[in-house]
Structures are given as C-alpha cells and as structure tokens.
Nanobody
Framework: QVQFVESGGGLAHVGDSLRLACATS????????IAWFRQAPGKEREEVSC????????IYADSVKGRFTISGDNAKNMVYLQMDSLKPEDTAVYYC????????????????????WGQGTQVTVSS
C-alpha cells in the first residue's frame, strides 16, 4: 500500500526558506510521477511541482519556478520540496501524491490522475 507522509511545514517570513519532505514507499518512487500540490484557504488546489520516476525530469508551476526545487532520494524513499525566497502567497497546505497514470510528468496533467494523497503540511509565510 502506497502512503505519503508530509513534514517540514511551519511558519516562515518573507524571503526565508523551508524544505518539505514526503516519506513514501519504494514502489511509489519507482513507478509513479510524484507531485507536490498546495491549497490555500478559499482557493482551488494547484500543482506546484512534479518529479518523473522515468527520467527524473521535473516541472514547476510558473508561480514557483526559480524558487522551488523538487528532488527525490530513492535510497531513503523521500521526495523533497526546497522552497526558497518564500512569499506570503506561498501560504497553503502542501500535499504530495502519485500520478497513477504515468511515470513522466506532463504539464497540465489532471489532478484526477493522482492518488495516495498525504495528509498535508501547513506552510505559513508572514510579511
């Protein structure tokens, strides 16, 4: 059974950095594209970044490009999201999930393709 457990959230100030971690099973890292999503209060959930299991390619939302970095550690069964230059608009609950339909991340992929959602970790950025 694939599971995701997110951690690393917290309170940060503008310009700070946080690293989120997503613990998962070996099978998830080998067989699925894994993405980080976020949902701010009153807003729809959006995909932030995706890591392909097939070739380790990555994609990022325009809003985080150049500031966030997704990475995976197969030896530790972990996926990370390094968040730099944080902004108040980064405040949200962050989730990781697996794309059950593909191993290669695809821009515009549907959230309906994703499963095994974690419980999320709260990130709050204050000005």
């Amino acid at each position: 059974q694939v599971q995701f457990v997110e951690s690393g959230g917290g309170l940060a100030h503008v310009g700070d950095s946080l690293r989120l971690a997503c613990a998962t099973s070996e099978s998830a890292l080998n067989y699925y594209a894994i993405a980080w999503f976020r949902q701010a209060p009153g807003k729809e959930r959006e995909e932030v970044s995706c890591l392909s299991s097939s070739d380790h390619s990555t994609i990022y939302a325009d809003s985080v490009k150049g500031r966030f970095t997704i990475s995976g550690d197969n030896a530790k069964n972990m996926v990370y999201l390094q968040m730099d230059s944080l902004k108040p608009e980064d405040t949200a609950v962050y989730y990781c999930a697996a794309n059950l339909m593909r191993r290669l991340c695809k821009a515009g992929q549907s959230q309906h393709e994703f499963g095994y959602w974690g419980q999320g970790t709260q990130v709050t950025v204050s000005s």
